[in-house]
């Protein structure tokens, strides 16, 4: 009873080590409960409950003994798709029978202390590049390429320094839209720049919460009612804070 307690504790770590880390790389909930239920059923747990918010992930499993229920915080989210996909990698290796317990647990350790983000450098450049060809889609001109891009760049950079000094995200992105805002009238008025309205346009796409959206709808139409509405008001607090950001640069300017 003690081994099987015990080989039950493990798959439940493993299983939300699994959801974590997909939660934290930006995987959506419905997305993570299915992981998790799967890995566990594939490792024998077939009576499984999952409940996923953007905040927290709560996982209980029903077996010959009592019911085991864990939580897990989540503090933190970002953008890496690529380990969402390494660890649905893994998942489909255990439910095809090709990876074990003891293997999972060590890969998805592994997975979870990586860091497979771009150098910050390389992060700036990819900024201001996608500001100015943002701002070309937007039926700007290439003599505003340059601005867009410089502006973009800055924008993104002040954001990231802004982020690390107040980890808050609605002040970090508010100030960086209006850096946005302040240079891209300052090139405007000294003839640098000529089409205010598609540079700021091209250089806030940077900051839009693109991938929240998405998932925030996806969430909502597979059911998940409240991480999908959760989402859903981080990605309008967000736009607040850019179109206010811009906003404030616009009124008194």
């Known amino acids: 009873m003690e081994e099987q307690a015990l080989q039950t504790k493990e798959i439940m770590d493993v299983c939300l080590l699994a959801g974590k880390i997909m939660l934290q790389s930006g995987g959506e909930t419905y997305r993570v409960e299915d992981t998790m239920t799967r890995i566990a059923a594939s490792f024998g747990l077939k009576q499984t409950h999952s409940y996923v918010t953007p905040t927290g992930i709560i996982f209980s499993a029903e077996g010959t003994g009592p019911t085991r229920t864990k939580l897990i915080r989540i503090s933190e989210r970002s953008t890496d798709l690529k380990k969402v ?59 505003d390429f340059l601005p867009a891009m410089l502006t973009g760049g800055a924008g993104f950079l002040s954001y990231v320094y802004f982020h690390r000094f107040v980890p808050v995200k609605f002040f970090s992105e508010f100030l960086a839209s209006f850096i946005i805002g302040l240079m891209s009238f300052f090139f405007v008025k000294m003839g640098f720049g000529h089409q205010l309205d598609k540079i700021i346009i091209g250089s806030v796409m940077t900051l839009v919460p693109g991938l929240l959206v998405t998932n925030a709808i996806r969430d909502l139409m597979a059911g998940h009612l409240v991480a999908g509405l959760s989402k859903g008001a981080e990605a309008f607090l967000t736009a607040f804070a850019i179109g206010a950001g811009i906003a404030a640069v616009v009124s008194f300017l």
Request: with cysteine; charged share 15%.
């Open 85 to 143: 996909d390494l660890v649905n990698s893994i998942s489909r290796g255990i439910s095809n029978g090709e990876i074990d317990l003891q293997e999972a647990a060590e890969r998805l350790n592994e997975i979870h202390s990586m860091d497979l983000t771009f150098p910050f450098r390389i992060q700036v450049v990819a900024a201001s590049l996608a500001s100015g060809c943002f701002m070309i889609m937007f039926n700007g001109t290439w003599n």
